[in-house]
């Protein structure tokens, strides 16, 4: 079983403020790396599909970054809104295997206003 | 939009009963997954499938078998359900083209009582 870690646990902040979660997983045979937004009571919904060290996504208030050579990926939040509360998802995919997705266990983020 | 449904949001039965969760995906993804999100635990993947009639086991697949007949539909099996089945249940696609990407259902909640 691959590791695939993520931290913290969980995140409480204020409105407004800025945030970064890390994921960390296994630096060889990388494939690609995911992120997803975890709403309650709703699915999970793809936020990044990254494949490429050195990759930086952005969509609107939401980026993140790869380095597969090191093994992480961190997810930057600017400007917190209460709306961002959620449980963000990172998933590795290895090369070479079945490419299915481990998943880290989450990051749980509430956004207080 | 990729749509993938699931058969019931919320499902009580009792231990020894045989239970089916369907799910069905309207965009030609080659892979489906059953995976279980148990607090703390993270999503932890049952089974997934590559083609009609093949399946590939999880991280966790005892007490569960599943079946796909055709490339939209993937179930899910609980030969006898028992109370540590108890936990949401996900079922998801994706396609290869676009880097694994995970698409969601919206889970299924089932009791077992």
Known sequence: ILNVEQSPQSLHVQEGDSTNFTCSFPSSNFYALHWYRWETAKSPEALFVMTLNGDEKKKGRISATLNTKEG????????????DSATYLCAFIRSGGSYIPTFGRGTSLIVHP | DVKVTQSS????KRTGEKVFLECVQDMDHENMFWYRQDPGLGLRLIYFS??????EKGDIPEGYSVSREKKERFSLILESASTNQTSMYLCASSLVSRGYEQYFGPGTRLTVT
């Open chain 2, 9 to 12: 949001r919320y499902l009580v």
């Open chain 1, 72 to 83: 992480y990926s961190y997810l930057y939040i600017k400007g917190s809104q209460p709306e």
């Open chain 2, 50 to 55: 590559y083609d009609v009639k093949m399946k």
